[in-house]
């Protein structure tokens, strides 16, 4: 498992590019039949990535989390971003298409994942954090998930949002995830931008072609930088720094976060005239 101390930001603000990818870039995320795992001490979230040829048990250095197994003390949400698969947990095999989604409650000990056809694998990726509940584990289906529309193609930001894990969906001590995706045209992201320091997040950009990049922004408002993404790539975003990214063709992109509160719109919006 490759960690991820906390960075002040006055510290990012001194980063050349290399520095800054190595503490908040996430790549390789969907080695075959290898488990991929970032544990980032900006609120302990845990960022994965499982592309199964063969059934892969999800395991863990037990060290860093100090418990007998994953989800002793916390919970996880997976989505499937690749071909036909199923998540296995403590011998009950919940199948996900492309897309699909689940949620895995605190307690659940053994969790296996596989691909149907290993000729086109499922990739999963996933997120988990700390949690002191317990709530059902419960399927996160695409077509399910709260869906909203926002966003003008005059402002090359079109947009739908789909909430997958949140306070009026599926229950979750604190873990929230969901999936934006950008119409044809449409490249902006979380723009006019924001922060919330009640709350970190992880970004993971995909359906994004060979040969096209998105410019994640990030840093404080005062002090943006940016970082090169590619398809199936993820970045860690502090409580402290704006997450918004421009492409150079539309994409899909997973939100995750936890942290001190659930409220999707609770957010410190920064006015266009401040950024720098």
Request: with cysteine.
């Amino acid at each position: 498992m490759d960690i991820r101390y906390a960075v002040h930001p006055e510290h990012a603000e001194a980063m050349d590019t290399e520095a800054l990818r190595k503490h908040f870039l996430i790549e390789k995320l969907f080695a075959p039949d290898q488990l991929n795992l970032v544990y980032s001490f900006n609120d302990r979230l845990i960022v994965g990535g499982a592309c199964p040829h063969r059934p892969l048990p999800l395991s863990i250095d037990q060290k860093i989390i100090g418990s007998d197994f994953l989800l002793q003390r916390r919970e996880m949400g997976v989505i499937n971003v690749g071909g036909a698969g199923k998540v296995t947990i403590d011998g009950k095999d919940f199948p996900l298409v492309n897309k699909d989604g689940i949620y895995i409650g605190k307690g659940a000990r053994e969790i296996v994942f596989d691909s149907d056809d290993s000729a086109a694998p499922a990739k999963f990726y996933f997120n988990s954090s700390p949690a002191h509940a317990s709530f059902p584990t419960e399927f996160a289906k695409f077509s399910d998930a709260e869906a909203v529309q926002l966003g003008e193609p005059a402002t090359s930001n079109r947009r739908t949002i789909r909430k997958y894990i949140h306070p009026n969906g599926i229950k979750s001590c604190q873990l929230v995830m969901g999936m934006t995706t950008l119409e044809a045209g449409s490249v902006w992201n979380t723009m006019p931008t924001h922060t919330h320091e009640r709350r970190m997040e992880a970004y993971f950009y995909f359906e994004l072609e060979q040969n096209q990049v998105v410019f994640h922004l990030m840093g404080t408002p005062a002090e943006t930088r940016h970082l090169v993404l590619r398809n199936d790539e993820a970045i860690l975003s502090p409580s402290w720094s704006i997450h918004s990214g421009v492409g150079t063709s539309n994409y899909t992109f997973i939100w995750g976060m936890c942290g001190e509160n659930q409220a999707f719109d609770d957010m410190d919006h920064v006015p266009m005239t401040e950024l720098r």
